[in-house]
């Protein structure tokens, strides 16, 4: 890596500027703009969210105190809070996503042989939704409720490397389980998700697609068993059935037979009844695969609280959806350097390290070899060791 160049600079090298441009073009981002393009505008925001601005204002005062550095840095023009104001609240948002899938694409590669479990030769997705809160006074278009206010993110998170895999939009009011209707659901591969997403006939379209699908029961199971398989009770097991189900209306949707297995967890004492289409893995593997769904809510918990995605810059829908997007393109690009780079720090010291180091000239793989590590005892360890990909 070129010594004289900032950080930020080299972190920019790690996206390819043509697929940029490819979905830039794909939504006309530039049409009729002269100073202040869409890649300016990523640089910008992709500061702010590594930099942890608050607002507009704090990112245009910071890139503008280093005037003398701007072309080094990659803009092409100073920033003016209003121009990037505009730019968030009328350039689609949609180039972005696209872009988030680029990225997405390009560290899958990466990290494909980071493997989830490794019995299974299967991908594993786990599925679910945070619902982020807004203001119902600024955020009108965004009602759920008399006074609430909120957007969904979907997300489907790959649990190789924990690493967003898609992801969509919706309202507040909209049923979790109509996301299952986006995915392109991927023959051997299994998908994870909690009994928010039980719909029997979306269910069925997975098993036809030569996909598996693990979940939990909800407590109206109404079911009738065919067999049961033989079980160790000293492993927490209490019953592995294949069944069918017996409501009309779900025999229709979900016509063939279930697999029904019966967990009790000593550490949580609690009983877990999981469904899945797959009968031939062994059934504490369905009840591992169901623990590991907790990493997508905390991948939701730690990037709110390391990425900003909570103190919105922008007031329309087309301004929120370019943050959220421009966030996870950023989580992407700082994993795809850690793993290009070879650096052994999980995510939280490199982002809290790159946060005082974008104007700094100095290669990225040794900047973060040389601050200490007397600090993995930090209080917020517990959350970064999820992510020491």
């Not at 390819?16 to 925001?45: I, M, P």
């Not at 601005?53 to 990112?59: F, Y």
């Not at 957007?151 to 979790?176: V, W, Y």
Request: aromatic content about 14%; some cysteine; glycine content about 4%.
């Amino acid at each position: 890596m070129n010594q004289g160049k900032y950080v930020l600079s080299q972190l920019a090298e790690f996206i390819s500027r043509y697929e940029f441009n490819k979905c830039v073009s794909r939504y006309k981002g530039n049409r009729w703009v002269k100073n202040f393009s869409c890649w300016d505008q990523f640089l910008a925001l992709s500061f702010g969210q590594l930099s942890y601005q608050d607002s507009l204002r704090g990112i245009v005062v910071c890139i503008n105190s280093q005037k003398e550095k701007l072309y080094h840095l990659g803009f092409s023009s100073v920033v003016a809070r209003t121009t990037l104001a505009r730019a968030s609240e009328q350039r689609d948002w949609r180039i972005y996503r696209d872009f988030a899938e680029v990225l997405i694409r390009q560290a899958k590669i990466l990290y494909c042989d980071d493997e989830a479990l490794e019995q299974l030769s299967g991908a594993c997705y786990v599925i679910d939704s945070s619902t982020i809160e807004l203001c119902l006074n600024i955020f009108q278009w965004a009602k759920l409720k008399t006074v609430r206010a909120a957007i969904k993110l979907n997300l489907q998170l790959d649990l190789n490397g924990n690493l967003p895999a898609f992801f969509t939009f919706s309202s507040g009011k909209e049923p979790d389980m109509k996301f299952l209707d986006d995915i392109t659901f991927e023959q051997g591969a299994y998908y994870i998700m909690d009994r928010g997403y039980i719909d029997y006939a979306r269910l069925y379209s997975i098993n036809q697609r030569g996909a598996f699908f693990v979940t939990r029961a909800k407590d109206n199971f109404a079911f009738r068993r065919l067999y049961s398989n033989e079980i160790d009770k000293k492993s927490g097991l209490r019953c592995d059935q294949v069944v069918m189900l017996t409501n009309y209306v779900s025999v229709k949707k979900y016509p063939e037979k279930l697999r029904r297995i019966k967990y009790f967890d000593k550490v949580t004492n609690h009983t877990y009844i999981f469904l899945t289409n797959d009968f031939n893995i062994a059934a504490l593997t369905v009840a591992a695969l169901y623990k590991n769904r907790w990493q997508v809510e905390l991948f939701f918990k730690w990037i709110k609280q390391h990425l900003k995605i909570k103190a919105f810059w922008g007031r329309s829908a087309n301004a929120v959806k370019t943050q959220i997007c421009i966030a996870i393109c950023t989580y992407l690009i700082v994993a795809i350097a850690k793993k290009e780079l070879k650096i052994e720090r999980n995510l939280y010291e490199i982002l809290q390290i790159l946060h005082v180091s974008l104007f700094v000239r100095m290669p990225i793989n040794k900047l973060l070899s040389e601050f200490d590590q007397d600090c993995e005892n930090d209080q917020n360890q517990n959350q970064a060791c999820l992510f020491d990909f």
